[in-house]
């Protein structure tokens, strides 16, 4: 008898051999750690910003502060599964189900929006995302789409925008707070 059986007598064979590191996250950790080095890598190339767009940060702060966060996450995620134990959860289940499709429309529509960006601008591109996700997940409240579509947009465009100094792209209509 090893030691977590003769802590749990009650645990199955299953649970006594469960490994440390979980195979298939183990995988996905390894690429997206490899995506995270080469987006890193390419921070390096960034450009000196001229000193009259300069904002108190070089060009390459913001992606590398986001590309740690991700790797710090992903560091825990072959352990994710010892996590869940804790709680009575299992990763096997969730894995088991299949994506629905609403996902890849949701992702549909944010790329369809990213791209758009330099066309539309960014508060442009933020109120038609605010607008068009939850008509997309099935809302129908077209007051409450509109009050969101429009007073988000607006807080974190005045936000960024307006007290941190951010340049939000215009696009062609020229949108801007500044």
Known sequence: ?????????????DEAKQPLIDRTD??????ILTISGILYWLTTDFEKVADLFAQDVPPEFFPRLLIWTIVILTLALPFEH????????????????????????????????????????????MVAVCAALPVLWG???????????????????LLFSVVLGVHFEPGIFNVSLR
Request: glycine share 4%.
């Open 1 to 13: 008898m090893n030691n977590r059986e003769k802590a749990d007598p009650t645990a199955t064979v």
């Open 26 to 31: 183990l995988g996905l950790t390894v690429v």
């Open 82 to 125: 010892l996590f869940l134990k804790r709680r009575g959860e299992s990763l096997e289940k969730e894995r088991a189900d299949h994506i629905e499709p609403m996902a890849y429309l949701t992702a549909a529509l944010l790329f369809a929006v990213v791209a758009s960006i330099l066309l539309l601008g960014t508060s442009l591109s």
């Open 139 to 157: 809302e129908r409240r077209i007051k409450i789409i509109l009050l969101f579509a429009i007073i988000l947009p607006l807080l974190v465009t």
